[in-house]
């Protein structure tokens, strides 16, 4: 079992900056890839971001490229989502998932496909326009 706590979320003005943590517990943090995810009020949950267990593959969805960035503290079984040039459609819950991979890597759209074993319990990211 691993357990994910999400953390970093709040209320920001379009065009500004935020930075969400997710600390895993439970089990080894590098045999997971890593995901985040966001639902927005009245829609479905959609894939945002993924890393690899290494951290050397990472994969985004179209409408956060360029303005978010994923990463991960193997040491301190924490992923990150830095969250640049916000914008009112990044309102969402976010949640960050893993995927059990072990020491694999795949090529980067894989890892919007695979299925996510745990999941924590999401942070509010409010931006207002």
Excluded at 37 to 43: L, T, Y
Excluded at 48 to 62: K, R, V
Excluded at 70 to 77: L, P, Q, W
Aim: charged residues 15%.
């Amino acid at each position: 079992q691993v357990q994910l706590v999400e953390s970093g979320g709040g209320l920001v003005q379009a065009g500004d900056s935020l930075r969400l943590s997710c600390a895993a517990s439970g089990h080894t943090f590098r045999n997971y890839a890593m995901g985040w995810f966001r639902q927005a009020p009245g829609k479905e949950r959609e894939f945002a971001a993924a890393i690899s267990w290494s951290g050397s593959i990472t994969y985004y969805a179209d409408p956060v490229k360029g303005r978010f960035t994923i990463s991960r503290d193997n040491a301190k079984n924490t992923v990150f989502l830095q969250m640049n040039s916000l914008k009112a459609e990044d309102t969402a819950v976010y949640y960050c998932a893993a995927a059990q991979t072990g020491m694999k890597s795949y090529i980067g759209e894989t890892y919007s496909k695979i299925t996510y074993d745990y999941w924590g319990q999401g942070t509010q990211v409010t931006v207002s326009s």
